[in-house]
């Protein structure tokens, strides 16, 4: 193939380019990324983890929040076994992965630091499900709209009114404001 077309482009440089489109398109959740099934909310809804949207919108969006922060942490980790696996095995410049790390210490240590971001984000959530997630930051901002009664009241008024039919639902961009 490479007489024909003139170019032979190693494996882990296809790898990094789908991986970073990939990525791309997996943080943004896109129309197309979420319409195949590749969206944060569909891994979490896996046992009815996070629950229903319509029943229980704040819990429903604190899982959310919460599990989409552990699983956008594990993709450092999934880049570079990744990358080491494809170096390795497919384009076959080291005969193992491991002596691919031994060759090359910073891949390895990078490695290492990249699971500490899923344990880092893993204790973050359990901090804030600590009684009964009231350290999580939409519970914070929850109440400074607690006049006299607690946040769980104001959480029931807008679950109230967000059951209504006469809503507006936009989609917007996760990331934006």
Not at 1 to 21: C, E, H, K, N, Q
Not at 122 to 143: C, D, M, Q, Y
Request: glycine share 6%.
């Amino acid at each position: 193939m490479a007489d024909r077309f003139g170019v032979d482009a190693p494996a882990t440089i296809v790898f990094s380019l789908f991986y970073a489109v990939f990525c791309t398109g997996f943080i943004y959740q896109s129309k197309e990324f979420s319409g195949a099934g590749l969206s944060p909310e569909i891994f979490l809804s896996y046992n009815d983890w996070i629950g229903s949207e319509e029943l229980r919108f704040f819990v429903y969006h604190m899982k959310r929040t919460a599990g989409s922060m552990v699983i956008h942490s594990l993709l450092p980790a999934g880049y570079l076994v990744g990358y080491s696996y494809f170096t390795s095995i497919i384009d076959m410049n080291h005969p193992t992965m491991s002596h691919f790390w031994a060759h090359w210490p910073v891949f390895w240590n990078l490695l290492m630091l990249s699971v500490l971001l899923p344990v880092m984000a893993a204790s973050i959530v359990w901090f804030w499900s600590l009684n009964g997630w009231e350290r999580h930051p939409f519970v914070t901002k929850l109440k400074l709209y607690a006049s006299n009664s607690s946040w769980h009241q104001v959480r029931a008024d807008v679950e109230t009114e967000f059951r209504r039919i006469d809503k507006i639902s936009i989609r917007t961009n996760p990331l934006s404001k």
